[in-house]
T-cell receptor, first 115, second 109 residues
Framework: DAGITQSPRHKVTETGTPVTLRCHQTENHRYMYWYRQDPGHGLRLIHYSYGVKDTDKGEVSDGYSVSRSKTEDFLLTLESATSSQTSVYFC??????????????FGPGTRLTVL | DAKTTQPPSMDCAEGRAANLPCNHSTISGNEYVYWYRQIHSQGPQYIIHGLKNNETNEMASLIITEDRKSSTLILPHATLRDTAVYYCIVRTNAGKSTFGDGTTLTVKP
């Protein structure tokens, strides 16, 4: 498995509280991604990063912010969690080398429940 | 990135070949076809990818039509452990990619 860890793996929180999920990689890959997956659905991209301090929005970015101050860490923050953000969150990484294909490798996921 | 269309579910007998189709009629010339699978609630696992030539690795084969508008993932001898959701996506080098709902493959004894 690619060297990707996510923390916490499980979290239960209350509506209105801030939550930060962490993705850590040991592969020195340039690109990092945050996806969410809801029951019966595929993965939807929230935000991604193409380098330190370089991020861009995905298809479901509202209510989420991200930060990447180091190559190895990509943080996803829910400023004020809502019940609609109850989901499983997956981090992914990819090498992002120019001119090459770009396989993504996924972390084990974080199950977030917002009550 | 182009959208993909996959059947929601398929069954396959254990030991037989599983052929999973994917339609990507709006694919552009620089987009690759990737296949991933997700077992239970684990993170998706990379299987194979290709641009326009057929590809084979230790897990599967990928057949891409000449016009590149569709592809088929082939698991040559499906086992019960191949039961999973299979995702076909198309994407350029790095950046955004769109996962659809995938195909739930059930391998039956």
């Amino acid at each position: 498995d690619a060297g990707i860890t996510q923390s916490p793996r499980h979290k239960v929180t209350e509506t209105g509280t801030p939550v930060t999920l962490r993705c850590h990689q040991t592969e020195n890959h340039r690109y990092m991604y945050w996806y969410r997956q809801d029951p019966g659905h595929g993965l939807r991209l929230i935000h991604y990063s193409y380098g330190v301090k370089d991020t861009d929005k995905g298809e479901v970015s509202d209510g989420y912010s991200v930060s990447r101050s180091k190559t190895e860490d990509f943080l996803l923050t829910l400023e004020s969690a809502t019940s609609s953000q109850t989901s499983v969150y997956f981090c992914a990484i990819s090498r992002g080398d120019s001119g090459s294909t770009d396989t993504q490798y996924f972390g084990p996921g974080t199950r977030l429940t917002v009550l | 990135d182009a959208k993909t269309t996959q059947p929601p579910s398929m069954d396959c007998a254990e030991g037989r070949a599983a052929n999973l189709p994917c339609n990507h009629s709006t694919i552009s010339g620089n987009e690759y076809v990737y296949w991933y699978r997700q077992i239970h609630s684990q993170g998706p696992q990379y299987i194979i990818h290709g641009l326009k030539n057929n590809e084979t690795n230790e897990m599967a084969s990928l057949i891409i039509t000449e016009d590149r508008k569709s592809s088929t993932l082939i698991l040559p001898h499906a086992t019960l452990r191949d039961t999973a959701v299979y995702y076909c996506i198309v994407r350029t080098n790095a950046g955004k990619s769109t996962f659809g709902d995938g195909t739930t493959l059930t391998v039956k004894p």
